[in-house]
């Protein structure tokens, strides 16, 4: 099992950076892929951004520009750096584990934190 918690999820203004974490406790977190995922209220979760166990990256062309996501396999934690922060980015973010980037693309995981709350106003 892998637990996974996120956090860093704020109030901001449009065009501000933020800087998301997703802490992983459990098995080895070293060999799994992470992304990280959002939902906007009345929409359908989306992919927005992954790292794959050996830190190869692929992102949603929403945020491909802008966000920015890293791994620290000492820490446990995958970080989702978020610039340029418009109002559209407002959402609940979750992150999700597997052993296989491709999977998570596909907005499937095996692990699923809880999500934090990210809201971006004018």
């Known amino acids: 099992q892998v637990q996974l918690v996120e956090s860093g999820g704020a109030l901001v203004q449009a065009g501000d950076s933020l800087r998301l974490s997703c802490t992983a406790s459990?098995?080895?977190?070293?060999?799994?892929?992470v992304g990280w995922f959002r939902q906007a209220p009345g929409k359908e979760r989306e992919f927005v951004a992954a790292v794959s166990w050996s830190g190869a990256t692929e992102y949603a062309d929403s945020v491909k520009d802008r966000f920015t996501i890293s791994r620290d396999n000492v820490k446990n934690t995958v970080y989702l750096h978020m610039n340029s922060l418009k109002l559209e980015d407002t959402a609940v973010y979750s992150c999700?584990?597997?052993?296989?980037?491709?999977?998570?693309?596909?907005?499937?995981?095996?692990?699923w934190g809880q999500g934090t709350q990210v809201t971006v106003s004018s």
């Open positions: 999700a584990a597997h052993g296989r980037i491709s999977t998570i693309v596909r907005g499937r995981g095996d692990y």
């Open positions: 459990g098995r080895t977190f070293s060999n799994y892929a």
